[in-house]
Structures are given as structure tokens and as C-alpha cells.
């Protein structure tokens, strides 16, 4: 049964998974661990940390021994959002990851991205992804580090394994996909697309921020590391900016005890507190958001004024079959491209009074982008076009707000086009 069907059927919107509604609540944390029992999870802002003794100071410091020395090598509440999302992303992680997941926790979802490249890459080194990304993605990854010599090659058609294939060579260090893809809700192939890095001894790494864990769990399909910008969905309400990578002990021990330390962006106490927070009702809000979002788009899929609209759970979007197979239900994100240029398109949505015009996903409040002059508003026409961004595009992200108000706001704007 598709998740289509599943609605029709009035069944439940997420496949059930108990186990990852109990570790969005109580992951990462023991109350039995705080001196006095505290059921809430405390809030640690202290820098630094005393030491017993030399002798074990020394092991402290060079990651030989657990235990916290001074904020930018960890903190105990940086650690407790850190083992919930590896909680959630490897409950069920295969055989591959014998030595466990862990979760390094960043400032931001962009600084997380940051520190991979740093981590894989040295000068003359290159990344084979798809073009597919969230703008500021897309930037980094061909902009900024291209200072350190540092190359993006972009796959012409991401789900075609020989476009792929054609761009590996010895330099490559990663490949790389977005997915579910911003805006336009592309899902990739993940068991082939591991297959292929692993056959060149090259990990995969997955950006699964849209999707959340709750929907979709790339290291269970064969991916080596996910990125999620924790500031989206994880959180929830906009309360907080952070990233993380989750992927093998092994590699994020090492990140943890070297380039996290050297670069700094670590993610503050306060930040990483408030987002746990979040996180404690995350599978009951990508419930209600896939609710909201599937009557969002069957309205829109029937609107005259409306081209098209992308969502990778409707049946004419390109990933439908292997979104069918891969998600756990409906990604908070739609994408519509509108019957006009782009005037009509501003004029859109500067008539919307429900929905907030923000560059923002995955929060309880529903949000329009206008991508092309936001989002990816960094990017040149090449690149936005070569990424399917267009000026008459409108992304939604699909809050938890009566779905009543949400429609009538949209369908009030779209007659004013
Ligand atoms: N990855 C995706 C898919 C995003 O949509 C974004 C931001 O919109 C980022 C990463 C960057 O995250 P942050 O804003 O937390 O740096």
C-alpha cells in the first residue's frame, strides 16, 4: 500500500514506530544520571570542567578517556541532543556500523557541512553531488571552499547511477545527495547510490533534514553519514540554530577530537537544550505536518492557476516510486510552480495574510519562499536553473495550524495573481 493509498484508507500517515516516538522523548538522557532525578534534562552552560589529575587530564584531552574538559571539546548537554539523534537515526542501523553511531552536533546545519568537507577534503580534492540542494548548500559547497581548491562536481542526472559513476576518480572523497531535495522533494536511490561510493571505497552522505528521522533513516538503507540542520524540523518552533552528523563511531570520535576542536563552530549549551526540547514532540508534529501537507497539495494539484506542484508522495512527481519505498510518510514540504511569471508570483505572495513569508522550514508555523530571490537568491541564473529553481516558484513548508486557515489563505492569494 503507497502512502496515497494509505490516506485514502484514513491510515496512519507515519509508519508506526514506537521506538522512535519513546527515543524523541526520553533519548539520550537518564534521570538516574542527574544527582537529583530531574525527569527534564539539565541544562549544563559551564565551560570548563575540573580534572582529577594530571595524569587523567592528559588522557581527557586527547580523547583517550570520556569526560568533559572545556566547552568547544563537549558538553554534557551538547552530548544528551547528540545520543538522542543517534538514537533516532541508528536504532536500526545495520551490521556495517558494529562499533555503534554517534552524533557530533554543530552550530548550524550549513557548519556541519562545513566541518565534512574539512574532514574528507584537502586541496585538489573533489565532492561528486547532486545539483539538487538548498541554496546556501550549494554555495558552500561550490563557492566558498573553492578558495582551498576544493572541487563540486555536480551529476547531470542524479538518478541515473552512470551519471555518478562517469565523475568518480581517485580525488573524489564523498558523494553526496539532498533528499527529500529543497524544494522539490527528489529522493535518490540510497541502497545504489551506497552501493556505488562503496564499490569506489567512498562513503555516502545524505542531507536529511526535510525528512527528519521520524521519516526517513538514510543509515538504514546503506548511507555512511546524515546531516540534519537541527534549526528545521528537529526543533520545531524556531527556537534554535543547530546541525549535526551522524554516521560511524570511528569517524565521529575522530571529528570530535580534531577538526570540530580546530574550527569552532560548536553548538552552544542554551541552543542545544532548547532544541532537545523540540525534539520531545517531534513524532506527533511530523503526524500532524504530513496530515497538513497531503490536503495542501491534493488542493493545489486541482487549481487552475497552479502549473504544477512537487511533492515526492504524489503519484506524478519523478521519485514516486522510490519516495514509496524510502519515506515513512509525507515530508512537510511542497513546491508549486504558478500559472504566470514572476510578478504574478510576488504578487502571490505579498497577498498572503495566514501563511508567513520566511525562509524557514519545518516549523509548527506555515511557512511561502519565494526560493528564486531568497533561498537561492545567492546563486547565478545558471545555477538556479541548473538546481529548478524558478521565478515563478512558491515553496510551502506545511505547519500544524488548522488546515482551514492555511487553504483559504492560499487559495484568497492565488485569485489575486
Ligand atoms: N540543509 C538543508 C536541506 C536546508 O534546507 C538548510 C537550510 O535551509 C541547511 C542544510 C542549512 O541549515 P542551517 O540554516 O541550520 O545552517
Redesign the pocket.
Same mark, same amino acid.
Given at each position: 500500500m503507497n502512502a496515497q493509498d494509505r490516506f485514502s484508507l484514513g491510515v496512519s500517515f507515519i509508519e508506526t514506530r514506537e521506538d522512535l516516538r519513546t527515543i524523541c522523548i526520553r533519548g539520550g538522557y537518564d534521570p538516574f544520571v542527574d544527582p537529583h532525578g530531574a525527569i527534564l534534562p539539565p541544562l549544563y552552560r559551564g565551560v570548563t570542567y575540573a580534572m582529577p589529575d594530571t595524569e587523567t587530564a592528559e588522557r581527557m584531552v586527547s580523547g583517550k578517556e570520556s569526560g568533559f574538559v572545556y566547552g568547544r571539546f563537549g558538553n554534557p548537554t551538547v552530548e544528551m541532543l547528540e545520543q538522542s539523534v543517534a538514537q533516532l537515526e541508528g536504532s536500526n542501523a545495520p551490521a556495517l556500523f558494529l562499533s555503534g553511531v554517534d552524533a557530533l552536533a554543530c552550530a548550524? @546545519? =550549513?557548519?556541519a557541512?562545513r566541518l565534512l568537507i574539512t574532514h574528507f577534503c584537502s586541496s585538489g580534492d573533489n565532492i561528486v553531488l547532486s545539483p539538487y540542494l538548498?541554496g @546556501?548548500?550549494r554555495h558552500l559547497v561550490q563557492h566558498r571552499v573553492s578558495f582551498a581548491n576544493i572541487e563540486a562536481r555536480f551529476v547531470e542526472d542524479p538518478t541515473d547511477i552512470e551519471s555518478w559513476r562517469r565523475l568518480i576518480d581517485d580525488k573524489t572523497q564523498y558523494l553526496f545527495v539532498?533528499m527529500p531535495t =529543497?524544494p522539490h522533494g527528489y529522493v535518490y536511490d540510497i541502497r545504489s547510490l551506497a552501493d556505488l561510493a562503496h564499490s569506489f571505497g567512498k562513503p555516502l552522505v545524505v542531507?536529511s533534514?526535510?525528512a527528519t528521522p521520524i521519516l526517513l533513516r538514510p543509515l538504514e538503507f546503506g548511507a555512511d553519514i546524515v546531516i540534519h540542520?537541527l !534549526?528545521?524540523g528537529m526543533a520545531g518552533f524556531s527556537q534554535g540554530? /543547530? /546541525?549535526v552528523l551522524v554516521g560511524r563511531k570511528d569517524i565521529i570520535h575522530h571529528l570530535k577530537i580534531s577538526e570540530s576542536r580546530d574550527e569552532g563552530s560548536v553548538l552552544a549549551p542554551d541552543a542545544a537544550w532548547l532544541i532537545r526540547l523540540g525534539i520531545m514532540t517531534l513524532y506527533e508534529r511530523m503526524k500532524r505536518h504530513a496530515e497538513n501537507t497531503l490536503s495542501l497539495t491534493l488542493t493545489l494539484q486541482h487549481h487552475p492557476r497552479v502549473r504544477k506542484v512537487w511533492h515526492p508522495l504524489c503519484s506524478d512527481h519523478s521519485s514516486y516510486a522510490v519516495a514509496s519505498q524510502l519515506l515513512d510518510g509525507y515530508p512537510p514540504l511542497v513546491y508549486m510552480e504558478i500559472d504566470g511569471g514572476e510578478e504574478e508570483t510576488r504578487r502571490f505572495m505579498d497577498a498572503l495574510r495566514f501563511c508567513r513569508n520566511c525562509v524557514h522550514?519545518g516549523d509548527l508555523n506555515t511557512f511561502a519562499t519565494h526560493c528564486w530571490s531568497t !533561498?537561492h537568491g545567492v546563486l547565478e541564473p545558471n545555477e538556479k536553473a541548473s538546481s529548478g529553481i524558478v521565478p515563478n516558484g512558491v515553496r510551502f513548508s506545511v505547519g500544524g495550524e488548522d488546515i482551514a486557515c492555511i487553504v483559504f489563505d492560499i487559495m484568497q492569494a492565488l485569485d489575486k495573481i
Open positions: 548550524s @546545519g =550549513n557548519a557541512h538548498y @546556501g548548500t539532498e =529543497n542531507d533534514t526535510i540542520s !534549526t528545521k540554530m /543547530g /546541525g522550514l !533561498t
